[in-house]
């Protein structure tokens, strides 16, 4: 039986740890290899923590096209589907191949500066902020078609999978994590004779492309962040949102784990 590699990414907590020796007493007399660096020609990616041990394996990794794993040790796990009561059982379907495999697309921001041009991808979402938590001033057009000129503290760019995260602190929508498209959602936009406003939440299809932009006087300003990490980009001109077909793979054991999940976090 060829032998079967798995990269673990895990959070150094107690708990963590425990089901880390667990897994290997369990996965190791089955044919498996347990790695604790990355290794491009694994079979599988395990994650042991909460979401952001998720959200920093898959950071980590650059993306992985391996298929990820996780195991919940924090308290939300939107990413994370299996728990201690479930581990076992989850561990024989993966040891017998008994299991979905959910794509999940990321979003893409094409940061334009006076200097050079980034790009950065998100699992959950982006956020364009100011550094001060004061007022940001921005347009935004969607497919190059001006809607807006907006004031507040910033907007939301998330992914299916991160709409139940910050986006819907915001006010924003739960998408299911597989759809293709994205989610825009303002944060705390000033309303008046002067500023315009969004209504609501905007659900885009995967083939748009959503721009924001900045006046001269605001370029050193606004703050990117991608999955909770702070980038602050000088000589700031625009932003453009797409989403580019890249994508992660999640394994899932039980098909309808999301509306449980989902049930059992938030309703």
């Known amino acids: ?51 952001g041990t998720f959200l920093h394996a898959v950071h980590k990794s650059q993306f992985s096209t391996i298929p990820f794993c996780g195991i919940n040790t924090g308290t939300l796990g939107f990413f994370q589907e299996s728990d201690l009561d479930s581990l076992d059982k989850n561990l024989k379907k993966l040891v017998e191949g008994d299991y979905h495999m959910d794509e999940l697309l990321l979003v893409e921001a094409e940061v334009e500066t006076s200097s050079w041009t980034y790009r950065r991808w998100c699992v959950n979402e982006f956020s364009v902020q100011s550094p001060k938590r004061k007022t940001v001033h921005f347009s935004l057009s969607v497919d190059q078609v001006p809607l ?23 006010g924003g929508a739960i998408l299911y994590q597989t759809l293709k498209g994205y989610q825009i959602t303002p944060l705390n936009q000033l309303r008046s004779k002067t500023y315009e406003a969004l209504p609501s939440s905007i659900v885009l299809p995967s083939s748009a492309e959503t721009e924001v932009s900045f006046p001269p006087d605001e370029k ?26 890249k994508k992660i793979h999640r394994i899932l054991f039980n098909s309808n784990w999301y509306w449980y999940n989902l049930k059992d976090k938030l309703i």
């Open 148 to 170: 807006l000129h907006l004031a507040g503290d910033g907007l939301i760019v998330s992914t299916p999978s991160g709409s139940t995260a910050y986006n819907l602190s915001a």
């Open 220 to 245: 050193d300003k606004a703050l990117l962040v991608t999955d909770g990490v702070e980038e602050h980009f000088l000589g700031l001109k625009k932003i453009t949102f797409r989403q580019t077909g």
């Open 1 to 51: 039986m060829m032998t079967k590699i798995i990269n673990l990414f895990i959070k150094p907590s107690p708990p963590a740890l425990a089901i880390r020796d667990h897994i290997v007493n369990y996965l190791v007399p089955q044919g498996f290899r347990i790695s604790p660096v990355y290794l491009d020609h694994a079979d599988y990616n395990l994650v042991i923590g909460g979401d």
